[in-house]
């Protein structure tokens, strides 16, 4: 997308708190983009930690 933003939080919670249905879903498909092209990244930070504690042991 050609004006992409980094996904912080406070990009997400400033769209949300602003309510500007427009921005939210451009917002939106920026999210979706994301998740396509890197994934979970939520999902695989907690395996990292776990593969880390594993290893620590």
């Known amino acids: 997308m050609s004006s992409f ?3 912080y ?3 997400i ?3 949300v708190a602003a309510g500007d249905l427009e921005q939210l879903k451009k917002l939106e498909a920026e999210a979706q983009e994301h998740l396509n092209q890197y994934g979970d990244i ?3 930070l907690a395996a990292l930690k776990i593969e ?3 290893a620590e042991a």
């Open 52 to 54: 880390i504690a594993k």
């Open 5 to 7: 933003r980094p996904l």
């Open 13 to 15: 919670t400033d769209a």
């Open 42 to 44: 939520a999902t695989l």
């Open 9 to 11: 939080a406070v990009t």
